[in-house]
Nanobody, 119 residues
Framework: QVQLVESGGGLVQAGGSLRLSCAAS????????MRWYRQAPGKQREWVAG???????FYADSVKGRFTISRDTAKNSVYLQMNSLKPEDTAVYYC?????????????WGQGTQVTVSS
């Protein structure tokens, strides 16, 4: 099992920055990909960014150039630096981890952290 705990959300004005953190615990040794998702009120959850075990990074077009995902393997943590925030970035942000065991993947989710961007 893997437990994920997000932190760092809050209220910020448009153009501002926030840094989200996600700390993983439990069976973290077999985690491969870690991702950030977000869900705005009344909308489906959408993928934001991902980072592989070799630190390859991937971004949704809507955040490319503004958000940066990184990971600290020693601390079992992944981060999302969010710059130039826009009101449309307002959402609950969720950390996701994919763990592979004997050819089967397992997905784990954190409880989410609220990000609110005021105009």
């Amino acid at each position: 099992q893997v437990q994920l705990v997000e932190s760092g959300g809050g209220l910020v004005q448009a153009g501002g920055s926030l840094r989200l953190s996600c700390a993983a615990s439990g069976s973290t040794f077999s985690i491969n990909v870690m991702r950030w998702y977000r869900q705005a009120p009344g909308k489906q959850r959408e993928w934001v960014a991902g980072i592989s075990s070799s630190s390859d990074t991937f971004y949704a077009d809507s955040v490319k150039g503004r958000f940066t995902i990184s990971r600290d393997t020693a601390k079992n943590s992944v981060y999302l630096q969010m710059n130039s925030l826009k009101p449309e970035d307002t959402a609950v942000y969720y950390c996701n981890a994919i763990r592979w065991v004997a050819g089967t993947s397992f997905a784990y989710w954190g409880q989410g952290t609220q990000v609110t961007v005021s105009s």
